[in-house]
């Protein structure tokens, strides 16, 4: 089982804290928060005797590929950088957001999903030229551009692609994760961890949440077991992040 711990926590100035994370658990970094020049220095510090996983979260803010006037040309030029970034560095993945949230009253929502599924398509033919896994992953938003239906519906028959699921944003939206993983099963690559009171995005970590991990894992083991886990928490610091994972090693070894 890899565990990778996000950069969500240490965006900004708190990047420096991440070199203080075990050396046997990897990070994943938010590509576009920082230049070619500020992730040459911060990766050869965070890296530096690592032999846990990088990961790359690629390019989102004010990315929607659902959307009708999505400047894709330059989406595209932020996702070859993201990628370029993965190669350079080595790392094991690229997060994709496929769509946003619904960009205006009365938008077409079938539309939408189609847009969202063929700039997808093309976003990782580019990423399989350049022999790089990119995770399609679902997103959080309370006004839904894709409920579950849709997502499997839009993503699930497109047998190339791999996907991310994030906890958190299953359970603010009432996933049946039992029916995520029967559609997709080992196309599953990774995770991102986290829990909520399906209220608000609230990205707490395991034990904090209402979420039965117990039963996570068994299902975890059963259908993907290979599958990286990001624990993409909002708060830190190192220790506690360092001890919530034992929480989580001990609810895997249990379950």
């Known amino acids: 089982m890899d565990i990778i711990v996000s950069h969500l926590p240490y965006i900004g100035y708190g990047i420096?804290?991440?070199?203080?994370?075990?050396?046997?658990?990897?990070?994943?970094?938010?590509?576009?928060?920082?230049?070619?020049?500020?992730?040459?220095?911060?990766?050869?510090?965070?890296?530096a005797g690592r032999t846990g996983k990088l990961s790359?979260?690629?390019?989102?803010?004010?990315?929607?590929?659902?959307?009708?006037?999505?400047?894709?040309?330059?989406?595209?030029?932020?996702?070859?950088?993201?990628?370029?970034?993965?190669?350079?560095?080595?790392?094991?993945?690229?997060?994709?957001?496929?769509?946003?949230?619904?960009?205006?009253?009365?938008?077409?929502?079938?539309?939408?999903?189609?847009?969202?599924?063929?700039?997808?398509?093309?976003?990782?033919?580019?990423?399989?030229?350049?022999?790089?896994?990119?995770?399609?992953?679902?997103?959080?938003?309370?006004?839904?551009?894709?409920?579950?239906?849709?997502?499997l519906e839009t993503f699930g028959p497109e047998k190339q692609l791999r996907f991310l699921i994030d906890t958190g944003h299953a359970i603010l939206n009432h996933?049946?994760?039992a029916e995520v993983w029967r559609v997709l099963g080992t196309r599953i690559r990774a995770y991102h961890v986290h829990d909520n009171y399906a209220d608000y995005d609230a990205h707490l970590k395991i034990g904090e949440g209402p979420t039965d991990w117990n039963k996570f894992f068994q299902d975890y083991k059963r259908y993907t077991p290979d599958a990286r886990l990001v624990l993409e928490?909002?708060?830190?610091?190192?220790?506690?992040?360092?001890?919530?994972?034992?929480t989580v090693k001990h609810i895997y070894e249990n379950a």
């Open 56 to 151: 790359v979260h690629g390019p989102f803010c004010e990315i929607n590929l659902a959307a009708e006037d999505c400047a894709f040309d330059e989406v595209k030029e932020s996702f070859k950088r993201a990628f370029d970034m993965v190669n350079r560095y080595h790392a094991v993945h690229c997060v994709l957001h496929p769509h946003a949230q619904i960009p205006y009253p009365g938008f077409n929502l079938k539309e939408g999903h189609q847009r969202a599924l063929e700039r997808t398509l093309i976003l990782d033919e580019m990423a399989r030229r350049q022999e790089v896994e990119l995770l399609v992953e679902n997103m959080p938003y309370t006004e839904q551009l894709m409920d579950q239906e849709a997502f």
């Open 175 to 177: 996933w049946d994760m």
């Open 233 to 246: 928490y909002a708060q830190g610091p190192i220790r506690s992040i360092v001890e919530n994972i034992e």
């Open 16 to 47: 420096f804290n991440m070199a203080e994370i075990p050396k046997e658990y990897g990070v994943e970094i938010f590509v576009e928060y920082g230049d070619d020049y500020y992730w040459k220095h911060q990766l050869k510090k965070i890296m």
